[in-house]
């Protein structure tokens, strides 16, 4: 993977700490958060991270953001609106940054988000909102850089091959190596393509209008 879990949760981290409307940030569930042995400090920002599927070049998870705060009851309603105006604009923010910000750019990209808020009445009477993430986190390894020695896939002609392409000019003043798999924009030109060591085509680029 390009970036792993623990580079989310760092990310995350990164966020709430920045963040002036959050005290306590906590890497998992939300039930574990709050039955730690010490007591959290409000507003809470959790997140715990669960998977969906796998494709060829991404990894799809679904990010769970869930920020709470106590609210207090005095009279009919206290300040639960309050609580949740609050907490939902801090939802507002981390998804604003995820979706935005550069950093977050190059780990991947949102592909859909929905918040739905939340009531606890456990030890701790908090509420807030459960922001729902569906994230595609970008994974350029291939079958070529896997950590294995000494296994062999039993290649065959349609798959995907793991030599380095030497790609020379035709003038022999270019000249350059790529991972198979790799896709490079080269001049208008015409090159021979040799693989390990031996020429393998001649072909011509037309320049792109």
Partial sequence: MKKTLNNLNTELQAIADAHLQVNTYYWGDFLNAINQDKAVTYPLMCCFVTGNSLEKVTIPVTINIIVADKFFKNGRQGNLNDTESDTLQVVRDVYEVISKSPRWQNIGKITGATASKFLEKGADE???WILAISFTIYDN???CNLPMMGYDFETSANMQMCEDVI???SDGSFTHTA???DVYTLPDTTYNVY?????NSTFNIPTLS
């Fill in 126 to 128: 908090s509420a807030g």
């Fill in 167 to 169: 790609i020379i000019n």
């Fill in 195 to 199: 693989v390990n060591g031996n020429l």
């Fill in 179 to 181: 991972a198979s798999g």
């Fill in 141 to 143: 390894q291939s079958i």
